[in-house]
T-cell receptor, first 112, second 113 residues
């Protein structure tokens, strides 16, 4: 089955801890994206990567970090510097120059 | 002011009715327009894609773009309870980095049997 997997589905974290969200795709897509979804705000872009070993900040990158060491993987670290980390996090991928993004099932992060 | 505005709803319609959804935007450079459907606690899936102005039809779905009014619409004919979901619009300009879209907040649709 081709697609995007995100793990875990639910994640709980204590304040002050860093946490890493996993995103893997087997669609052979060049580009990968991380979004945050909050009620009433739609999807906001955190980081995106159009090629391995390169990534760009999105609209709300503060308090987050990413790496893109492999084409199929784009992990997101939510650091303790992120002031309001509780949200639904979505990973997506797309082929080069394509307008269609394929989304993973999401990870719901709750900070206790 | 957000670049893309979308009424959050909920929009409740009886089964078989036409669902009418829309987004307004402020950036006249937007050229690529998408509609995504998102079921509860799932990732969005692409429904329709339109470039520039005009209409596009796919089965029960019709997407319209009116660039002069900076307004896009999605119509769902013969709505079914399985159409109950949140519908997100997304758009970008031709000079924006490919894949870097602006999303609306989403409209929740409830189709009642």
């Amino acid at each position: 089955d081709g697609g995007i997997t995100q793990s875990p589905k639910y994640l709980f974290r204590k304040e002050g801890q860093n946490v890493t969200l996993s995103c893997e795709q087997n669609l052979n897509h060049d580009a990968m994206y991380w979004y945050r979804q909050d009620p009433g705000q739609g999807l906001r872009l955190i980081y995106y990567s159009q090629i391995v070993n390169d990534f760009q900040k999105g609209d709300i990158a503060e308090g987050y970090s990413v790496s893109r060491e492999k084409k199929e993987s784009f992990p997101l670290t939510v650091t303790s510097a992120q002031k309001n980390p509780t949200a639904f996090y979505l990973c997506a991928s797309s082929a080069r120059d394509s307008n269609e993004q394929f989304f993973g099932p999401g990870t719901r992060l709750t900070v206790l | 002011q957000k670049e893309v505005e979308q009424d959050p709803g909920p929009l409740s319609v009886p089964e078989g009715a036409i669902v009418s959804l829309n987004c307004t935007y402020s950036n006249s450079a937007f050229q690529y327009f998408m509609w995504y459907r998102q079921y509860s606690r799932k990732g969005p899936e692409l429904l329709m894609y339109t470039y520039s102005s005009g209409n596009k039809e796919d089965g029960r779905f019709t997407a319209q773009v009116d660039k002069s009014s900076k307004y896009i619409s999605l119509f769902i004919r013969d709505s079914q309870p399985s159409d109950s979901a949140t519908y997100l619009c997304a758009m970008r300009g031709s000079t924006d980095s490919w894949g870097k879209f602006q999303f609306g907040a989403g409209t929740q649709v409830v189709v009642t049997p």
